[in-house]
């Protein structure tokens, strides 16, 4: 239950986000990727900027930022590509100019914007572009989710006392943990991105800049190290007995099948594995090594080591079968 005040900013910031559509501003997923991500930890830069360079990205609450920061600006609010947008597209014209001097000065301003990473644009979210994602923040899928899974560490041994009333059963209390095991697979899906991920700009070809551009190896390199040790070793942080023991009679097993399920199903899509097969900087058979290495390394499996194992393989099969009926090269897969 929150107190007024701070249902108040809530709705405020989800009011002026939905007033941007109102006036043909469209979602801008690339500008919370515009903060260099140590600077959401620091008061002064995000009461100064705030934690995103656009209200029209989804980035609803500064979830890097840590107990003891004493940041205080956590929603995001109207910033500098909002306001570069509603100038471009409703400021002052020339009306001597005709519709093709027109094209040229708007063409003109775009160009000179883009030089100003808090007022790069894109439009939507993208399942390859790791700067344009929702709820993402910063410049770093990796160390943002860690940020943000110290901040689900702290919540979940609290999640009993913060959740539960005398007289009433654990209604409110599956409801709140069905949503912090979202929000910890949402981390692993933004750093998921990165591992074939491709950059694409919204370039001109006046602009002489590339439109496509793989992401560098090393960011693809640590996206696959920080699956094997958050993900794929088992988080048993995020199945603490005193919040399970009252959900679920198997003590957290099918959450984190589920979870690690559906991460493999989204590292092996069709678009990934293709990405991958051609990529120069990062390659599908180099990832393939480093998570068969790591699911099944030499020691007694528990449950959930045999559980990922099976769901690990079960992912492959499908994803061979999948491409086999599209002709495709599985050399790398089998």
Not at 39 to 46: A, C, F, I, V, Y
Not at 73 to 91: C, F, H, Q, S, T
Not at 197 to 207: A, E, K, R, S, W
Not at 306 to 324: A, D, F, G, P
Request: include cysteine; charge should be negative.
């Amino acid at each position: 239950e929150y107190e007024d005040e701070l249902m108040g900013e809530c709705v405020s910031e989800v009011s002026t986000h939905e007033v941007g559509p109102a006036i043909d501003l469209v979602h801008n997923m690339e500008a919370s990727y515009s903060t260099p991500l140590e600077k959401l930890r620091g008061p002064e830069w995000t009461k100064k900027y705030g934690h995103t360079a656009s209200v029209m990205d989804y980035t609803r609450f500064n979830y890097v930022a840590q107990p003891g920061d004493g940041v205080k600006e956590l929603m995001p609010r109207i910033n500098d590509y909002d306001i570069w947008a509603v100038k471009w597209g409703y400021g002052p014209r020339d009306f001597n100019l005709n519709e093709q001097q027109e094209k040229e000065f708007s063409n003109e301003q775009i160009k000179e914007a883009w030089k100003d990473p808090r007022l790069i644009f894109y439009s939507e979210f993208s399942d390859t572009d790791p700067r344009c994602q929702m709820e993402d923040l910063g410049d770093n899928s990796m160390f943002a989710s860690e940020y943000g899974i110290n901040n689900l560490k702290f919540i979940v041994p609290n999640l009993v006392e913060w959740s539960c009333r005398s007289g009433e059963g654990y209604s409110d209390l599956r409801r709140i943990y069905s949503e912090i095991t979202t929000q910890f697979k949402q981390y692993m899906e933004h750093v998921c991105t990165n591992i074939g991920g491709i950059y694409q700009d919204n370039v001109t070809f006046d602009m002489k800049a590339p439109v496509f551009r793989e992401v560098p190896a090393r960011l693809q390199q640590d996206a696959v190290s920080f699956l094997c040790n958050n993900l794929f070793t088992t988080p048993f942080w995020l199945i603490d007995p005193s919040v399970t023991g009252k959900l679920d009679s198997r003590g957290g097993v099918e959450t984190i099948r589920r979870l690690q399920g559906d991460i493999l199903k989204k590292l092996f899509s069709k678009a990934r594995v293709t990405n991958l097969s051609s990529g120069r900087e990062y390659t599908l058979e180099k990832m393939i090594n480093e998570f068969r290495l790591h699911i099944f390394k030499k020691e007694e499996p528990d449950v959930f080591r045999r559980n990922l194992q099976k769901v690990y393989i079960k992912t492959l099969c499908e994803s061979v079968k999948s491409l086999r009926e599209e002709s495709s090269d599985v050399s790398c897969l089998l």
